[in-house]
């Protein structure tokens, strides 16, 4: 059964950088696709990073291409967000995010979720 479970979001000024993690279950990363998403109140949830391991597939969102960088610890079960340069515009909750399946794209093509965690950066 797949779980996921992030943690290490928080409150930092802009400019200053966070770094998310999900700790992941009953994934394997040669035949899953890994996500992060965000979604902010009253807007539609947005993609941040999708990669697939076995396709050498990585994807960064436009508005984070750039600032934010994906990792995998596949010892540890672990996958990382790395954000730099964080501006009030990437306040949201972040949530990381599965699909059973080498091909992803958009946010619905992923079943398994985590719980999200806040980031919040002020001016």
């Known amino acids: 059964q797949v779980h996921l479970v992030e943690s290490g979001g928080g409150s930092v000024q802009a400019g200053g950088s966070l770094r998310l993690s999900c700790a992941t279950s009953?994934?394997?990363?040669?035949?899953?696709?890994m996500g992060w998403f965000r979604q902010a109140p009253g807007k539609e949830r947005e993609g941040v990073a999708q990669?697939?391991?076995?396709?050498?597939?990585?994807v960064y969102g436009t508005s984070v291409k750039d600032r934010f960088s994906v990792s995998l610890d596949t010892a540890n079960n672990m996958m990382f967000l790395q954000m730099n340069s964080l501006t009030p515009e990437d306040t949201a909750m972040y949530y990381c995010a599965a699909h059973e399946g080498i091909y992803c794209r958009y946010w619905q093509d992923f079943e398994y979720w985590g719980q999200g965690t806040q980031v919040t950066v002020s001016s």
């Open positions: 009953g994934v394997t990363y040669s035949d899953y696709c």
């Open positions: 990669y697939q391991d076995r396709q050498g597939y990585l």
